[in-house]
């Protein structure tokens, strides 16, 4: 599986924006999905993740309420709603995917490249 993120950019404090994950491969529905970000000189931080079916989802406490994971298998994609963006969400956004169902970035397997969301106050 190959993911390609996209959607990341500037925005002010309280504002929002839309996350996607294009997935390449005819096996991306048999794949748990999550969204990680990583803020510079941060540890990789789990933000949200999706089951295969998109039946399940949960959610790292510091967004829980306000970023909405969702996804796509017909087309590919899983997405990232976030809105009420803080200052402290500004980090590069990872999607992945793996066969766990689970919080913890070493046990998926594929990931993409990143896209950086910044958030101004």
């Known amino acids: 599986v ?3 993120a996209s959607g990341g ?4 404090a309280g504002g929002s924006l839309r996350l996607s994950c294009a997935a390449s ?10 969204w990680f970000r990583q803020a510079p000189g941060q540890q990789r931080e789990f933000v949200a993740a999706i089951n295969w079916s998109g039946a399940a989802t949960y959610y790292g406490d510091s967004v829980k309420g306000r970023f909405t994971i969702s996804r796509d298998n017909r087309r ?3 997405n990232l709603q976030m809105n009420s963006l803080k200052p402290e969400d500004t980090a590069v ?10 919080t913890q970035s070493r046990l998926y ?3 993409g490249q990143g896209t950086q969301v910044t958030v101004s106050s």
């Open 2 to 4: 190959q993911l390609q």
């Open 9 to 12: 950019g500037l925005v002010q």
């Open 25 to 34: 491969g005819r096996t991306f529905s048999t794949y748990n999905m999550g």
């Open 76 to 78: 590919n994609t899983v």
């Open 93 to 102: 956004y990872f999607c992945a995917a793996g066969r766990n169902w689970c």
């Open 109 to 111: 397997n594929y990931w």
